[in-house]
């Protein structure tokens, strides 16, 4: 149970009784926010999303666990309010905004270790969940993948086609999604694990895969395969691909992760990781207003099912 | 002026004194929205989107507006908020959002005729700005681009290429973007406008590009251009121009509307109209934020200027 719920926070209880008093006194308040002070309840839940600017235009997953959640917290007749991260001041500040009583809980997503929010939410003990698992932040619940297994299954696949020479795109090696995608990847290859078959980016970006792929055909010309990190950088890879001349999945497999919609529309259609977004935002919101509604915090992790799709470009 | 900052909505001077008077005998209160009862301003600038679900993953013009907004009322140091409507239900509880005091303002995306927000947001005196120009709301000001011009542009471009049966596959009619991008079309065919050459699809999507383009085929198999309402429209016609066999911009020629982040990743990439989405979120959030400042609401609209970019696809 959070301080907040348990009445421990923000308004002694001779504060409230006074300002309802005075609320009692005058009669009608039509200001909601004035009514939150008295019920402590915003019945608002924060959404939010610390994404740099690139990204948060390239990658669809972010707007599919945004509507699941919306969905969710819509039924329990609470107002989603998502919070847009792009800079340090914004930490600070939506920091504030979160311990100021706009919101009774909040769905934090693509959270960094040392993230300012992160740490904030957990001093405040405001019902919080991850999408995701940022390490250092044992008190906080979190929906995520098992991105591990994900990618190694899908690298596996990949190397059943027959594929000899398979490198990496990697990204977001600071976050959990990114490192476990890049450990699942060598997981698959074992002892033909080569450092130099992976390059890395820090975002998943269609820029990502462009430069990453150009770079290892410079590294190594007779790559037959590629693991792309999601769909995102896989775009770019095959676009890299198409202006080197070569063919896909003639000469080069390419599987991505997320089954956003990119992927179909890619062309070949992408071989990828079906990530459940939709499923992820509605399970977090859940969570969250069951914290809000005095439930327990179970602490650890919900993880959701991944699924390999089988398409045209491995 | 605002109602809400002349002081003559929400709470009373008597109910305001009491309250203050209640706050300052118990001494610190660290609720931001108690405060704010107190100050009447919550520093936090609503911006609300009105999509469907499918439009709100398919359309990157909403982000870069988004994050538009979202820079220069960080600049300000007030909170943006993101507040995304899916159902009527989403609206009545946004709408009573807005007029609870957790927002001193609000920047409206994709409202259409009759809209509860902009209803409620008129009621209420809430300083506000539209993005695009629903009718009907004469007290808001909008930032927008003249769709109507712009693409009467990128078809003249189009019949310049040597073009004779060109088709559009229109898009939200409903709204001035979707019903100004047809008119513009019609402007440039002149008496050479075929209405059995144009289909319409409410949305602005991959899928409404999909079918309109089949439909289009089977209405005239001699189309040899389209103009597509959207890049995501135009994304859908490339596809099945693709599975029908046809080469673009060998047999068909296709142009777009947007020039977002699909039009470099279309293959062949999109001729198309770049909308500075970015600047309109910029614009819209400096003229909120001068309203809650105190200056005067200008009514009418700040048209931003649109360019055509050819690139490979007519």
């Known amino acids: 149970m959070s301080r907040l719920l348990n009445g421990t926070s923000y308004v002694s209880s001779d504060a409230r009784e006074a300002i309802e008093k005075a609320i009692a006194k005058v009669g009608y308040v039509q200001n909601t926010a004035a009514r939150n002070l008295v019920t402590r309840r915003s019945r608002a839940v924060g959404f939010v999303v610390h994404e740099p600017h690139e990204l948060f235009l390239d990658d ?5 666990i945004l509507l699941g959640a919306n969905e969710v917290v819509s039924e329990a007749d609470f107002q989603l309010v998502v919070l847009v991260l792009d800079s340090e001041r914004d930490s600070q500040r939506v920091a504030d905004y979160l311990q100021g009583g706009f919101v009774d809980g909040a769905v934090l997503v693509s959270a960094r270790q040392h993230d300012t929010i992160a740490g ?3 001093r405040l003990g405001l019902p919080a969940v991850f999408i995701g698992h940022p390490p250092g932040h044992p008190t906080i619940p979190y929906v995520g993948i098992d991105n591990r297994s994900a990618a190694r299954s ?5 190397l059943r086609t027959g594929r000899r020479r398979v490198a990496m795109v990697a990204s977001a090696l600071d976050r ?11 997981d698959a290859l074992g002892d033909r694990f080569d450092p130099r078959l992976v ?3 820090p975002l998943y970006s269609y820029a990502s895969g462009l430069d990453g792929a150009r770079e290892l055909l410079r590294r190594d010309p007779a790559i037959d395969g590629i693991f792309a990190a999601s769909d995102a950088v896989a775009a770019g890879v095959l676009e890299a691909l198409r202006q080197a001349g070569r063919s896909v999945p003639g000469d080069v497999g390419v599987v991505g992760f997320d089954d956003s919609a990119w992927a179909v529309r890619c062309v070949p259609a992408l071989s990828t990781v079906r990530q459940p977004a939709r499923l992820m935002g509605r399970r977090a919101a859940e969570i969250v207003l069951g914290q809000i509604q005095g439930a327990e915090v179970e602490p650890g992790g919900a993880l ?10 491995a």
């Open 304 to 313: 959701l099912d991944t699924e390999v799709v089988w398409r045209a470009s």
């Open 199 to 201: 390059v890395d980016h």
């Open 60 to 64: 669809p997953n972010i707007g599919a």
């Open 176 to 186: 959990d999604s990114g490192s476990d995608r890049l450990a699942g990847f060598r």
């Open 120 to 122: 904030a939410v957990e």
């Open 154 to 158: 899908v690298t596996e696949e990949l």
